[in-house]
C-alpha cells in the first residue's frame, strides 16, 4: 500500500521522472540588475 488506506490512494508507483531528466537546484549570487535578465535567458533556453 501507498499514501493511504483508501484503494488507489496515493502516488502511482513508477511516475518519478529518471535522474537525468530531474531538475536540481543551484545558487549563484547575482547583481540585482542581472535577475531578470537571467531569468529570461533560462526561459529562452528551455524554449528550444
Not at 499514501?3 to 502516488?11: F, L, M, S, V
Not at 537525468?20 to 549570487?29: D, G, L, Q
Amino acid at each position: 500500500m501507498r499514501g493511504g488506506k483508501r484503494e488507489g490512494a496515493g502516488r502511482p508507483i513508477g511516475t518519478t521522472k529518471p535522474e537525468e531528466e530531474k531538475a536540481k537546484r543551484y545558487t549563484f549570487r547575482l547583481y540585482i540588475w542581472e535577475v531578470e535578465k537571467v531569468r529570461e535567458f533560462i526561459k529562452s533556453l528551455r524554449k528550444n
